[in-house]
Nanobody, 126 residues
Framework: QVQLVESGGGLVQAGGSLRLSCAAS????????IGWFRQAPGKEREFAAG????????YYADSVKGRFTISRDNAKNTVYLQMNSLKPDDTAVYYC???????????????????WGQGTQVTVSS
């Protein structure tokens, strides 16, 4: 079992930055993959970024590439999502999620993940 707790959300003006954190307890992240998803009102949950915990390889949705950076701190069992140049369209509840795997690559579908955090609200004002 893995418990995930997100933090760092809030209200920011367009063009600003936020850093989200996802802290894990229970089993460690390895060899889990970690994803950040987001869900805006009335929309489906979508993949934003992911990281292969063991290899450190990162993946991004086209909508956030170049603006968001996912990283990990092995010692703290924590994954971060640095979000820069935020836009009103980035407004959503952001979730971190994880799944155990022995295969290379990241799942971009929410159904591929076994454990979810409670989510943290990010609101970007224009």
């Amino acid at each position: 079992q893995v418990q995930l707790v997100e933090s760092g959300g809030g209200l920011v003006q367009a063009g600003g930055s936020l850093r989200l954190s996802c802290a894990a307890s229970g089993r460690t992240f390895s060899p889990y993959n970690i994803g950040w998803f987001r869900q805006a009102p009335g929309k489906e949950r979508e993949f934003a970024a992911g990281i292969l915990w063991t290899a450190g390889v990162t993946y991004y949705a086209d909508s956030v590439k170049g603006r968001f950076t996912i990283s990990r701190d092995n010692a703290k069992n924590t994954v971060y999502l640095q979000m820069n140049s935020l836009k009103p369209d980035d407004t959503a509840v952001y979730y971190c999620a994880s799944y155990y795997t022995t295969t290379y690559g990241i799942s971009r579908s929410p159904s591929g993940y076994d454990y979810w955090g409670q989510g943290t609200q990010v609101t970007v004002s224009s």
